[in-house]
């Protein structure tokens, strides 16, 4: 090889391996920058943790805070609220009734026609309005107005609707999914307003006489007699397809949870006495917090930014109104540290661009090439991200679910073990009947009912808290799933009259068994 030959060999060889650096290196920032978003997803995920010993930490805070709760009002950050509901009662009504609820974004109101005997439902149907956005945030008169409003066109469509107005005075049960400090089953003053209502003027106001005052108005002649919140509700309609029930959870936008309590165990109330001996306590569980609950940056920083803050600590973390928004801060802050999203952040950075619906879609995508994933990411925040990265995203849907169903799990053990009905009161034994009882909980909500691994999650950890003999006598049941079937009973209560009872959430047979609860409960 001549002289130039050589240059030119020489030439071409550093050429390929100043290319081949710029490769190595390119590749070498390209794996730095995915560690990064793996190190942030392991960062996360080591936040996150619910291994077995924090979960009995939280078990045991919640029957703590439930003892402080029911010591003293303001003894704990678990209100504990008296609901004055002490007994459970099978519905066997006759007639033509209504049902109104107030809960979140939505007026919601239902009527149901109940044949008596054996063909109990003979029709029913309901309406649902959502509170315009502006009167989620503007008065109390203009919210109540809407609420009145809604009632008086459903029941004016009614033919008879008109005669029933201007009878005699109608009652009316109202279901008002707010922390009420009750004064009586039919009265309540609002504690605060969660779920994205705040109306200042409201708070500390007795909402059965906020409601009247805008049925008056309307030129409507009916009277508040039941006001109970959706908990309660749940509880009664899960005992009365279960007598074993005896506690229920809403895990849907928000969370919370009631029980029945011997009167005796609420202390900050002496005296009480009920003829059951019990009471449904409404334990607006959604505020409850404890050291032990496993919390990140992105949870501070979502409650920092919440209308509440310091408020609805474990809310934050469980319900549907959060979670989605978790893992967006999560998918943000990944898009920051590296490049995996490509350049283009998109909606990433947008509050609540990501729904927990969404979430749970994306987490439940069982294509082999993710393609909801890619789907959902494009629509939602306009981000085209591989297939890798997706992966990336699932994982974060995983761990935000996760730890949300493991922490709804001990906190239903906690209200199990404040019941004695945990198994930890020893071995049941042939004798000890009371130590095998079977304990139903009622469970409702958007979240449990419609996201299968939330379910699987929670129910997976109910059964490693309580192993498995105990759980066997546990049992989570969705209201929602019954058929109008079991509404049959042999003998019914007759009643004439129309009367418009506390109300629910939608309009399946199941909503009818709940009035029906409703209406035996006080009549
Ligand atoms: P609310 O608390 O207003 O009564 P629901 O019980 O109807 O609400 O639950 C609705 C909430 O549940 C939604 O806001 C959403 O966060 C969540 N949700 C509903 N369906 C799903 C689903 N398939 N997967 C995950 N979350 C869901
Ligand atoms: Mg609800």
Redesign the pocket.
């Known amino acids: 090889m001549g002289r130039v030959g050589l240059a030119v060999a020489m030439g071409c060889a550093a050429a390929t391996c100043s290319i081949a650096a710029v490769l190595v290196g390119r590749r070498v920032k390209s794996w730095r920058r995915w560690g990064r978003a793996v190190g942030v997803l392991r960062e996360f995920e080591e936040g996150c943790a619910t291994p077995i010993g924090r979960l009995r930490q939280v078990v045991d805070a919640m029957v703590v805070e439930m003892h402080a709760g029911l010591a003293s009002d303001g003894g704990s950050k678990l209100k504990m609220l008296l609901t004055f509901v002490d007994r459970l009662p099978d519905g066997k009504e006759e007639g033509i009734y209504y049902a109104i609820d107030l809960?979140?974004?939505n007026v919601r109101v239902l009527r149901v026609q109940l044949g008596g005997k054996r063909s109990m439902i003979l029709g029913h149907e309901g309406e649902s309005n959502p509170v315009p956005r502006n009167l989620l945030t503007n008065s109390t008169v203009e919210l109540f107005d809407l609420v009145a409003m809604t009632l008086k066109h459903f029941v004016e469509k009614d033919e008879n609707g008109h005669k029933l107005v201007v009878e005699k005075t109608k009652e009316l049960g109202f279901t008002f999914s707010f922390p009420v400090k009750q004064k009586s089953v039919s009265s309540g003053v609002l504690i605060k307003w969660t779920?994205g209502l705040f109306i200042e003027d409201t708070v500390g106001r007795d909402v059965t006489q906020c409601l009247e005052e805008a049925l008056a108005r309307r030129g409507l002649n009916m009277r508040v007699t039941v006001l109970v919140n959706?908990t309660v509700g749940a509880l009664a309609l899960g005992h009365y397809y279960d007598k074993d029930t005896v506690a229920a959870v809403?895990i849907?936008?928000?969370t919370n949870a009631c029980y029945v309590e011997r009167t005796d165990a609420i202390i900050k109330c002496q005296g009480l006495l009920t003829n059951s001996g019990g009471m449904v306590i409404n334990m607006e569980w959604g505020n409850f917090w404890s050291s032990h609950l496993p919390r990140t940056p992105y949870d501070i920083a979502l409650d920092d930014e919440s209308q509440n803050r310091n408020e609805q600590g474990f809310e934050k973390l469980i319900s549907?109104?959060y979670l989605g928004d978790v893992a967006r801060r999560v998918l943000y802050k990944m898009a920051l540290e590296s490049d995996v999203f490509g350049d283009a952040i998109g909606g990433l950075s947008t509050p609540f661009a990501l729904?927990?619906?969404m979430?749970?879609a994306m987490h439940e995508d069982e294509s082999p090439d993710l393609r909801e994933v890619a789907r959902i990411l494009e629509e939602t925040m306009q981000v085209l991200v591989p297939l890798k990265t997706r992966k990336l995203v699932v994982r974060v849907c995983d761990i935000v679910t996760r730890r949300a169903a493991r922490l709804a799990a001990a906190g239903i053990v906690g209200i199990l073990k404040k019941m004695g009905r945990d198994g930890s009161g020893g071995a049941p034994t042939g004798r000890t009947k009371s130590k095998t009882r079977r304990s139903v909980v009622a469970v409702?909500?958007?979240?449990y009912a419609?996201?299968t691994l939330?379910r699987e999650y929670l129910n997976e950890a109910i059964r490693e808290i309580l192993g498995e003999q105990v759980s066997r006598n546990v049992v989570l049941r969705i209201t929602e799933d019954g058929s109008g079937q079991r509404l049959n009973r042999d003998s019914c209560r007759q009643s004439q009259t129309v009367r418009i009872v506390a109300g629910l959430?939608t309009f399946s047979n199941i909503d009818c068994a709940f009035v029906l609860q409703v209406i035996f409960l006080y009549y």
């Not at 409702?444 to 979240?447: K, M």
């Open positions: 809960g979140g974004a779920k959706d809403i849907g936008a928000g549907g109104m729904s927990t619906p979430m749970a409702e909500g958007g979240l419609g996201y939330f959430e």
